[in-house]
């Protein structure tokens, strides 16, 4: 793919992003996209079957921006205990930002959330190999006395999965800015239940 593809690739994805986020993907036309985005119906069916097939490019790279973001996490030196809070925080940030800053996507997220799943699905494996080493280091630095990383990897990996809706909707709202919440994550996921 060319420089020239790419980014009339892109520019077409951010115009569609923004028109799904509007109107809701629903109530998007393949012709208002080609006519925002200056490029015509011939051009964007060059790069796409139809609407739906743009949706989830659309949601595609709005997960690859929450992989950029996670591995920006994975580059700093860290003990594995610091990165792994560092890591929970980030990753309920940005997808809550991603989710939000598209508007009416956020209904399509919910209504259509096998779609999105269908897509997240290599993000997840990632996600879970992201967690995996975060876990091997801490046990390399004695800080971490677990059996499985691997396991306890997916395991952590569903758990943080299933903090993502009650965080986009806005009823938990956990900042790593605030030290109670960090506190608070922190003395469930070093401590969990156990008063020792």
Known sequence: MTTTTSKTKRNILEVARQLFAKKGVENTTINEIADISEYGRRTIYTYFKNKK????????????SMHKA???VMKRDLPADDMLMLFTFARLRVIKEVVTRNGTLRADFFRDIWAVETVRKEFDKKEIKYLENILTKGVEEDVF???NPSKIAEILHYALKGLEVPTIRGVL?????ISEDREIVHDLIFKGLNNK
């Open 53 to 64: 097939e743009i949706y989830r490019a659309v949601i595609s790279s709005e997960i690859e």
């Open 70 to 72: 996670l591995e920006e």
């Open 145 to 147: 006395d677990i059996k």
């Open 173 to 177: 709202n956990l900042r790593y800015d």
